[in-house]
């Protein structure tokens, strides 16, 4: 029976961005990637914190039995708080593109420094969500557009990122990717984790993704070359991470704390 992958989407996202990794794996890997709270169809969870997100997860784990679970962004987080509220369901927790920040200005001014319409657009919380709610009402005119100029990005993700929910854009961005968690999360988690990060990434800094792995002990898989949007964009790369790293078998002693991938072999 093939490993059962559980796959989490990351913030103004959907379960799309991971159709490029499950090509990949096809036939290898029995991948599940369910919509967060919020987005699409799904109703909100009691609260949009990262525990109210994992927690209205609970019901598709169970349903699943995933081996492994891999996140993306915000969707780190909050497989991180997974392995919490399971702490003998996964073989190994897989995070891609983590974030790790103090707080909302922290992840603003890094944010902000690298585009300023990102910085705008998460300033103000509800005047960013109306943005959202524009665009996702046109998006079967704009989506095959942006296509076209980014051929990297899935069009069913890109033209169904925007349909969340007002929690979810604020719960999703202030409460959970700003929201200082991951060393708190990190902490007693005996569940091996496996870490990639681009170093290209604008999103998500790479420096205290560094220093928690080695603090950690975890292992960390530096993709040169690679930006946030790594998960759908490096697929191939992604994959080969998944099959070296993240199905490392759960009696490996030890994988490389930090390694590098050049640019080439991780596109």
């Not at 992958?5 to 490029?20: D, K, Q, T």
């Not at 870490?195 to 002990?217: K, Q, Y």
């Not at 964009?233 to 070296?244: C, D, I, K, T």
């Amino acid at each position: 029976m093939p490993p059962r992958l559980l796959l989490i989407h990351g913030y103004v996202s959907n379960p799309e961005a991971w159709a490029p990794l499950q090509r990949e794996l096809e036939g290898e890997v029995e991948t599940f990637a369910p919509l967060l709270p919020g987005y699409g169809t799904e109703p909100d969870p009691a609260t949009y914190t990262v525990e109210g997100v994992a927690e209205a997860l609970d019901g598709v784990v169970e349903r699943v039995h995933p081996d492994y679970v891999l996140g993306h962004s915000m969707g780190a987080l909050v497989a991180l708080a997974l392995a919490h509220r399971h702490p003998e369901r996964f073989k190994r927790v897989g995070l891609a593109g983590l974030p790790v920040y103090g707080g909302v200005e922290e992840g603003i001014r890094y944010i902000g420094s690298r585009s300023s319409t990102r910085s705008q657009y998460m300033r103000n919380p509800g005047e960013g969500h109306y943005f959202c709610r524009a665009v996702n009402v046109l998006r079967y005119l704009w989506a095959p557009v942006v296509a076209l100029f980014l051929p990297t990005y899935p069009l069913p993700m890109v033209r169904d990122m925007f349909g969340h929910t007002e929690a979810a854009h604020r719960g999703g961005m202030v409460d959970i990717v700003f929201g200082g968690h991951a060393p708190r999360l990190a902490a007693g988690i005996e569940t091996p984790v496996a870490l990639i990060h681009g170093d290209m990434d604008r999103v998500t800094p790479l420096d205290p993704v560094i220093e928690l792995a080695r603090e950690r002990g975890w292992s960390l898989r530096i993709a040169h070359g690679a930006a946030h949007e790594l998960v759908f964009a490096q697929p191939r790369g992604l994959a080969r991470w998944v099959r070296e790293r993240l199905l490392a078998p759960a009696e490996v002693a030890a994988l490389p704390e930090v390694e590098d991938a050049e640019a080439a072999a991780s596109a």
